[in-house]
């Protein structure tokens, strides 16, 4: 992989599973919009087992829960498979639970609070997610290499398949 084009080691497309998100509102698909269009705008993903053909890029990515694991499906560019990664998301699940909280506590902020209080808890935020963008590239380690942006927009679709009404 080391002489691969990296232009092309990256996330062409990526869907989330609908039939694994229960629930969502307004704030949440705005989040989901973003956190996509910004993935596909800018992203690194190289995958890191090798494959007969040597494919190195670029990907589509299909990200589903089952069962109590994270699946990335890893496709081609012409969407034929290539791999799936699994995850389990027990380390996950308290990160995700704290996110929620901080955001459903910037959500109320924005329209109750003052500018001061709003960044404290934009700040806050911003923390979380950051350790977690941090904790998904720990658990991505050897499996498949990101940036910290990448990471970053990757948890925040991971937090919108674990939304419950």
């Not at 969502?24 to 087992?49: G, H, T, W």
């Not at 494959?51 to 034929?80: C, M, N």
């Not at 904790?135 to 990101?146: F, N, P, Q, S």
């Amino acid at each position: 992989m080391a002489d691969a084009d990296p232009s092309k080691q990256r996330i062409i497309s990526v869907e989330l599973d609908e039939g694994s998100i229960v629930w969502r509102n307004p704030d949440v698909e705005q989040e989901r919009r973003v956190a996509i269009f910004d993935l596909i705008e800018d992203n690194k993903f190289v995958p890191q087992r090798g494959h007969a053909d040597s494919y190195a890029g670029p990907y589509r990515l299909l990200l589903r829960v089952e069962e109590g694991r994270l699946i990335f499906e890893i496709s081609r560019e012409d969407g034929s498979p290539l791999e799936a990664i699994i995850l389990g998301l027990g380390r996950f699940r308290r990160p995700i639970r704290d996110y929620f909280a901080i955001c459903d506590s910037y959500y109320q902020a924005i329209k109750t609070s003052t500018a001061q209080q709003i960044e404290t808890v934009d700040m806050a935020r911003r923390g979380l997610h950051n350790e977690a963008a941090e904790m998904l590239m720990d658990r991505l380690d050897g499996k498949i290499a990101v940036d910290f942006d990448t990471a970053r927009r990757l948890f925040t679709l991971i937090c919108v398949l674990h939304i419950k009404g």
